[in-house]
């Protein structure tokens, strides 16, 4: 599939049919995805692949205690909370994908973030020197891109982070370690329309 082709048939897939995906594919994806930038050449993102059917269960089971503990707030009103619970099909929909990746990224300090950190430490988290995010961010992207070439579907799914301290608990991983998205992958139930993009107009500006 052309590159072009990949990127407008990406889409976010919440619906997988029962065919597996092999380990084959998914180290294919993973091998992919560690192509990607990193502050520093830090190559900060791990990953915790999850065939299991009771820990994706469990995972689940961690955004629902969440969310519910969420809706027993005071602070929110009658109207925010039907609101915010609506969004909860969204944070759970992966309990039957085939396969869930969790991207994670480990906590570093590069010269230059240890450098700004000591000169000027109110600059040091504004600067983005670390760049942790960003970083496992664009693997996460080279991770859906490839299972959208593989013939997969994919989400990057960010909801159900609110669980993320319950969810290391779970998967039992190291402390350095920081989930930044649930990514389920599978045979899409249907095909969706490929995305059409922005006009160049509408969102750069050119100095000349």
């Given at each position: 599939m052309d590159f072009f082709d990949v990127v407008s048939k990406r889409r976010s897939v919440r619906k997988y049919s029962d065919e597996s995906v092999p380990i084959e594919?998914?180290?294919?994806?993973?091998?992919?995805?560690?192509?990607?930038?990193?502050?520093?050449?830090?190559?900060?993102w791990r990953f915790v692949v999850i065939y299991n059917r009771e820990v994706i269960k469990q995972l689940v089971n961690s955004v629902h205690k969440w969310m519910d503990e969420v809706l027993k707030s005071p602070e929110l009103d009658d109207e925010l909370k039907e609101h915010y619970n609506k969004f909860r099909p969204y944070f759970t929909f992966?309990?039957?994908?085939?396969?869930?990746?969790?991207?994670?990224?480990?906590?570093?300090?590069?010269?230059?973030?240890?450098a700004v950190s000591l000169a000027y430490p109110e600059k040091a988290k504004a600067s983005k020197v670390n760049s942790l995010e960003q970083s496992v961010s664009a693997a996460t992207q080279n991770?859906?891109?490839?299972?959208?070439?593989?013939?997969?579907?994919?989400?990057?799914?960010?909801?159900?982070?609110?669980?993320a301290e319950d969810m290391?608990?779970?998967?039992?991983?190291?402390?350095?370690?920081?989930?930044?998205a649930i990514v389920p992958v599978g045979k899409p139930l249907k095909q969706a329309v490929p995305k059409k993009p922005q006009k160049f107009e509408e969102v750069a500006i050119v100095i000349e």
């Amino acid at each position: 599939m052309d590159f072009f082709d990949v990127v407008s048939k990406r889409r976010s897939v919440r619906k997988y049919s029962d065919e597996s995906v092999p380990i084959e594919d998914i180290k294919k994806m993973i091998e992919v995805a560690t192509l990607a930038p990193s502050a520093h050449n830090t190559k900060p993102w791990r990953f915790v692949v999850i065939y299991n059917r009771e820990v994706i269960k469990q995972l689940v089971n961690s955004v629902h205690k969440w969310m519910d503990e969420v809706l027993k707030s005071p602070e929110l009103d009658d109207e925010l909370k039907e609101h915010y619970n609506k969004f909860r099909p969204y944070f759970t929909f992966y309990e039957n994908a085939p396969v869930v990746i969790v991207v994670c990224g480990e906590h570093f300090e590069s010269i230059p973030g240890k450098a700004v950190s000591l000169a000027y430490p109110e600059k040091a988290k504004a600067s983005k020197v670390n760049s942790l995010e960003q970083s496992v961010s664009a693997a996460t992207q080279n991770l859906i891109l490839a299972a959208t070439a593989l013939g997969y579907g994919s989400c990057w799914a960010t909801g159900p982070l609110l669980a993320a301290e319950d969810m290391k608990k779970i998967l039992n991983l190291p402390p350095e370690w920081e989930i930044f998205a649930i990514v389920p992958v599978g045979k899409p139930l249907k095909q969706a329309v490929p995305k059409k993009p922005q006009k160049f107009e509408e969102v750069a500006i050119v100095i000349e």
